[in-house]
């Protein structure tokens, strides 16, 4: 079986939201809506995983993008910091860059293919 290392970061990532979420749980705080549309992020990430294994890498990466903006939370409390009116998550950034990390050859890749096409289509002669 291949080892799949992004499926292993959205177990650590689910792993910190579950005993977070206990700790939040027992110390009686209010979960915003926010966080609950994160922990259903993650249920999705993992049916992906599971049922659409090609698309699994994708709806991960949105999913932490998404979190390190503050869109989504992946804790039910927020750390981070603030430039101008962007908040950024802390945990979320991380888990992102871990995931750049393990696909740094794919990012790169698309990024690429990327400017590629846009230098050809500059270059291309307009017909008609």
Do not use: H
């Amino acid at each position: 079986m291949k080892k799949n290392k992004d499926f292993y970061l959205l177990i650590c990532l689910s792993t910190i939201t579950i005993v977070t979420s206990i700790i939040g749980f027992v110390s009686k705080w209010i979960f915003n809506l926010s966080f609950f549309i994160g922990l259903i992020s993650i249920i999705i990430c993992f049916i992906v995983f599971y049922k659409f294994k090609k698309y699994s890498k994708k709806v991960f990466g949105i999913a932490l993008i998404l979190g390190t903006f503050s869109i989504i939370l992946f804790t039910p409390f927020q750390m981070g910091f603030s430039i101008g009116i962007i908040k950024i998550q802390i945990i979320s950034l991380l888990f992102l860059t871990a995931f750049a990390f393990i696909n740094r050859t794919r990012i790169i890749d698309l990024i690429q293919n990327s400017s590629n096409k846009t230098q050809e289509e500059m270059y291309r002669p307009k017909i008609g």
